[in-house]
């Protein structure tokens, strides 16, 4: 019931391609579903992120997607190019996390062909 | 506007060899967390820290100890490491409300030979 499932493993677009990233959750006390993108030797950093009273949140070219009735979330990238090419993980939490249970899903190796 | 700090970057161990791993924030973050990052596995928690003086166990906490005597600083140590211990370590911190994110460190890379 903690788990977050995470797909694709990878995914791989021609640039300006719109790649769709899809997690699906259990518990429904998760109130808060981040994502983060890492980039090769680097850290996760936050990309964006959705609290469950909203269905869609956008930030530039990042969208989220947000089913509460199916229990799932997406992340659309708009007009990809090839800097965006990361790893992508999607996350859910209760209360911020502050408890250690902000659960990372197993993430999507992104690749944006030029 | 440094972050989260981690040291050491690289290292290599041998079987039953002790080290720490430190990690540093200067965002006056209560919470700090220590993840292990190995392929296809995402990131899983391993300790984490509410405040000053706390710790708690996260999900793979077996062979690790930690300690948090400062505000800023969390402490990750390995006191017989272990071949399957390889992995990269982030240390990541945050304020703990409900829509904070994690600030993570650039990682620790540590091998087990």
């Known amino acids: 019931q903690q788990q977050v499932k995470q797909s694709p493993q990878s995914l791989i677009v021609q640039k300006g391609g719109i790649p769709i990233i899809n997690c699906a959750y259990e518990n429904t006390a998760f109130d808060y579903f981040p994502w983060y993108q890492q980039f090769p030797g680097k850290g996760p950093a936050l990309l964006i992120a959705i609290r469950p009273d909203v269905s869609e949140k956008k930030e530039g070219r990042f969208t989220i997607s947000f089913n509460k009735s199916a229990k799932q979330f997406s992340l659309h990238i708009m007009d990809s190019q090839p800097g965006d090419s990361a790893t992508y993980f999607c996350a859910a939490s209760i209360k911020g996390g502050s408890q250690g249970n902000l659960i990372f899903g197993k993430g999507t190796k992104l690749s944006v062909k030029p | 506007n440094a972050g989260v700090t981690q040291t050491p970057k690289f290292r290599v161990l041998k079987t039953g060899q002790s080290m720490t791993l430190l990690c540093a924030q200067d965002m006056n973050h209560e919470y700090m967390y220590w993840y292990r990052q190995d392929p296809g596995m995402g990131l899983r928690l391993i300790h984490y820290?509410?405040?000053?003086?706390?710790?708690a166990k996260g999900e793979v906490p077996d062979g690790y100890n930690v300690s948090r005597l400062k505000k800023q600083n969390f402490l990750l140590g390995l006191e017989s490491a272990a071949p399957s211990q390889t992995s990269v370590y982030f240390c990541?911190?945050?304020?703990?409300?409900?829509?904070?994110?994690?600030?993570f460190g650039s990682g620790t890379r540590l091998t087990v030979v």
């Open positions: 820290s509410v405040g000053e003086g706390t710790t």
């Open positions: 990541a911190s945050s304020r703990g409300l409900i829509s904070s994110g994690y600030t």
